[in-house]
């Protein structure tokens, strides 16, 4: 039978974590942080799984090893990383998306299925999440005959993704800097992952797109629409989401082998809007974002002109119905 999982997809930064954590919440469900950094930071590296212990020395993922693999190693390690290179890439998504795939495929897959397996049966949970994000792994896992997977395609205005990742922002696990990017990349990256998940969608992949925004406006409404469509029986009101209570949540601890720090994160969580971007993001970055990226940005409902000011070069190609309103 295949085992049930819900993939988190979309670019960094975009609240990804955020709904891993509050679909973690609901019973039956078991988040797994990003499973694609599992064989190198977890495996490879030692890094803290989010109950905080290092990976090695925590129960619930030295039972999963031991179910899975027999026991983690490095060289299973080596082994996954070496097929990730050489199958999950970006650029390796229209021949995914065709159906022609590379050998090791398989392989690469069965790997991630029998981690999913085996947590499933660790938690007595019939659901997994993985917040790998990539496009391409959700290609490559959409291949295997024994994962039944589901798709969570979350999207934010990629001025406010701009603008995180240019801010510095410390790893718990290891005291180094996550990684930054500059306004153009982040948009680039945005306009190709975001178009790889419509491409899934448009190829049979069960997609669901929620907003980061969205979430944020009204948590307990978008979250128990999105548990309706997946089929996990949830609504606003039902016991499913008994942990949300108006603008928080109620956390527990949650073994994820990797993700953005607030998976460590537990006790109360305010649900807030971040959009600090408002004040912050440089007239010029917000230009150059909103003009590599407003097709998708109209497709998805943002606004192209905020309070400071028109985005001049987008609104020399977009229509007279896209209106200049201010940033919410």
């Keep these: 039978m295949a085992v049930r999982v819900v993939f988190i997809g979309g670019l960094g930064r975009s609240g990804t974590t955020l709904l891993e954590r509050l679909l973690g919440e609901v019973p039956g469900v078991a988040p797994l942080g990003e499973v694609v ?38 060289g299973l390690a080596d082994r996954v990383l070496t097929l990730r290179h050489r199958v999950d890439r970006t650029r390796h998504i229209p021949a995914l998306a065709a159906h022609r795939h590379k050998v090791g495929l398989s392989g690469y897959t069965r790997a991630y299925s029998r981690v999913y397996e ?55 696990e290891n005291g180094r800097p996550m990684t930054r990017w500059r306004p153009f990349r982040t948009a680039v990256h945005w306009v190709v992952q975001n178009l ?53 949540a109620e956390l527990s601890m949650a073994h994820t082998c990797a993700g953005n720090p607030m998976r460590f994160t537990a006790g109360s969580l305010a649900l807030s809007r971040d959009d600090s971007w408002c004040r912050h993001l440089s007239r010029r970055h ?41 940033c919410r």
């Design 118 to 172: 085996a947590a499933a049966q660790v938690t007595s949970c019939r659901v997994v999440v993985d917040s790998s994000k990539h496009a391409s792994l959700a290609f490559c896992l959409n291949t295997s005959p024994v994962v039944d997977l589901s798709v969570v395609h979350v999207v934010r205005d990629p001025r406010a993704v701009a603008y995180s990742w240019r801010r510095r922002v410390t790893r718990p």
């Design 286 to 326: 917000r230009w150059l974002v909103t003009a590599l990226a407003w097709p998708l940005m109209v497709q998805y409902g943002y606004r192209l002109r905020d309070q400071r000011g028109p985005e001049e070069i987008a609104s020399r190609w977009v229509t007279a119905g896209v209106a200049a309103q201010e």
């Design 37 to 74: 950094h599992l064989w190198e930071r977890g495996i490879g590296a030692g890094e803290p799984c989010g109950c905080g212990e290092p990976f090695t020395a925590c129960a619930f993922w030295r039972r999963v090893g031991i179910r899975a693999f027999g026991g983690w190693s490095p």
């Design 196 to 248: 790889a998940f419509e491409l899934l969608a448009r190829r049979g992949g069960t997609v669901i797109r929620v907003r980061y925004e969205d979430l944020m406006a009204d948590p307990g409404a978008v979250l128990g629409t999105l548990l309706a469509r997946l089929g996990l029986g949830g609504h606003a009101g039902g016991t499913a989401l008994a942990f949300m209570r108006p603008g928080v």
